[in-house]
Structures are given as C-alpha cells and as structure tokens.
C-alpha cells in the first residue's frame, strides 16, 4: 500500500502530511524500536524524540509538532501529523488486519436445539452446544465448543470465541465480545453459614451484557441470587477478572487484568481499575474514578477520584508515603538511637 493510499483513508484525522519526492509503499506496522523498512510506526509526544534518529520506520504517525515533523523529514521518513497519533495508529494497522471471522455457515457437529432462534448469516463453528429457548440474533460468529444454556439471549454481530460458556437466562448485547475461556451467569459465590455447615444459595438472578461489551479470556461474570449482574455499555473487561453476583458496573469502563471485585458492587461511568484491583463486598465507585495497580479498596471512592495501595487512600499521598518508605530503616535507627540518649540521660 502506497503512503498516500493510507493518508486518503485516514482522511480527516489527518491535520497535514510530509512532502517528500517519493511516495514509498508501505507493508506492514510495527513498534518504532522495531520498525524495519517498509512499515509504518507512531510517535505519541516529544518525549520520544529520540526515536525518529534510530528507527528503521519508513513512514510514522506524529502529533503536531513542527520539530518532530522535521527532524522526520530530514532523515527522509515520510510522516503523518495528527492530534492523536495513538488512536491514528490503531486505525492504521485496522488498513493492514483484519482478525479472523469466518463465514456463515452451521457446522455439522453443532447440537442445537430445536427451539433456539438462530439469525440470518451466523457462523456457528465444531461441537456448539445451544440448548432450548437460545435466541440468537443476526450476523452473530460462534466458534467451536462453544456453549449456551437455556434461554439465553445475544444480539446482533456479537463474536463468542471458542471454549467460552454462557449460562441460563443470561443476556448478551449487540456487538459483544466473549473471548475464550470466559464464563458468563455462572452461579455467584453464594453460601450461607449453619451450624451443621454450610447451605447452597441458589442463584436464581441474571447476568446482563450491554453492547459493544468485551469480556477477556478467561474472566468470569456470575450471577446473583436474585435481581441481576449488569456491565453496561462498551465497557471493556481484560483477562483472568472476577465479577462478582449482583455487581452493576457502568459504561465506558476498563478493568485490567487480574482485578476482582465482590459481590454487590457498585462502578460509575467511565471508570478504570489497573491490574489486580480488588474492591470489597458493596462498595460504591463514583463515575469517572481510577484505582492503580494492586489498589485495594475497602470503602467508597468517590467521583474522579484516583486512589492506591492497601488499603486505598488518596493517590498523592499513596506517593508521599512510597517515596518515606525505603527511608523507614534510617528513621528506626535514629528513633531508636533517641530512645536510648533518653535513657541515659535519665
């Protein structure tokens, strides 16, 4: 593909371009330390000036900045200024691959039901289990060994990737993704203790998906007891999350890997928890808050507010009391070396 084919797909977002002789032609994408001749890269601020002088990047995507432009021109890389040259890239390599999607079509060793609902143009892959009640909307992709319970419900274009499971009754959006491994309305973790041990709760609620939500490998979403577990719309879940029964988590949100959260929680809109969050049984998430990684949190965080640690508190004074924390030795050497002059001179 020529440079000039991708800065006229690219179209508006592009703010202005290189004007180099040549037009080279332009096969792939890569990182900038990585880049090799003929592929295209990106340089997201001047932090990264440095990087124009040793990249092997034939063209890259860079912000407005008449410096970094011209220092790509003069090593002869043709170049793309953008207001955002990291979204710019991610629709760049969008022109270079496509993931995998295959064609309409139900395998022969599909089992499926015959009161499911399957839409116009699925792709139903090896060894599907859909069971009674399923309704399945249009242009919907299921890879193999995939499995759907009862009365489930997915909506249009939604993708679920082989190996994941969907429980009873649970309800999937339109252009949803469940990657593999996923477990979507299993049962929460719901016991209740007696004196001879202890009983079962069954969990009679809903699991309910939004669209545009993604579910990563892996991670689990249950249900609850009664009432129903909601992730609302184009919320984006990362691998190995536990979701626990009753959460109602809001739109817009990312959870990183590892993260977990009990049951009963309630998260905002456009809310983003770091890798290995863990948030307690009930507690309340202002809309637009952030948790960094391993942040641990017991109580509610407010709106906007960015937290650390455990337990989490206020995110500057997380980074206060980290930068007191390889100093705690000295500090104890000289407090106990107070403690004694004291001594002595009483």
């Not at 995507?61 to 220092?71: C, S, T, Y």
């Not at 190995?240 to 809109?269: D, T, Y």
Request: hydrophobic share 40%.
């Amino acid at each position: 593909m020529k440079f000039s084919e991708i800065t006229h797909q690219l179209g508006n977002v592009v703010t202005a371009y290189s004007n180099l002789d040549t037009d080279p032609e332009i096969n792939g994408v890569a990182a900038v330390d990585e880049a090799i001749a003929g592929n295209i890269s990106y340089i997201e601020s001047p932090k990264f000036t440095t990087s124009i002088d040793s990249t092997n990047a034939t063209a890259l995507i860079l912000p407005n900045d008449e410096n970094l432009q011209a220092k790509a021109t003069n090593r002869g890389i043709a170049w793309i200024a953008t207001t955002n040259p990291r979204l710019v890239f991610a629709q760049t390599i969008g022109l270079f691959y496509q993931p995998y999607s295959p064609q309409p079509s139900i395998h022969p060793s599909a089992v499926i039901h015959t009161t499911a609902k399957i839409g116009n143009n699925a792709a139903i892959g090896a060894h599907v289990v859909i069971e009674q009640g399923v309704e399945i909307g249009n242009d919907v992709i299921i890879h193999p060994n995939v499995v759907i319970y009862p009365d489930v419900k997915i909506g249009d274009r939604t993708t679920l990737h082989a190996n994941c499971t969907i429980h009873e009754r649970s309800q999937i959006g339109a252009d949803c993704v469940i990657h593999s491994g996923a477990v979507i309305g299993a049962e929460g973790f719901g016991f209740v203790p007696t004196p001879t041990g202890w009983l079962k709760m069954h969990q009679s609620g809903y699991t309910v998906l939004e669209d545009s939500v993604e579910i990563g490998c892996n991670s689990a979403v249950d249900r609850p007891a009664v009432g129903e577990t909601r992730i609302g719309k184009n919320t984006k879940i990362d691998n190995l999350v536990q979701i626990g029964h009753g959460c109602k988590i809001g739109s817009g949100c990312a959870i990183a890997g590892q993260a977990g959260l009990a049951g009963g929680v309630k998260i905002g809109n456009r809310v983003i928890l770091a890798g290995q969050v863990g948030i307690a049984n009930q507690v309340e998430i202002g809309d637009g808050a952030m948790a960094s990684a391993q942040t641990g949190i017991h109580k509610d965080v407010a709106p906007g507010e960015v937290v650390s640690g455990t337990p989490a508190v206020a995110h500057k004074v997380y980074l206060k009391v980290a930068a007191i924390y390889n100093h705690l030795p000295a500090i104890y050497q000289q407090f106990r070396k107070m403690q004694r002059q004291k001594i002595n001179d009483d």
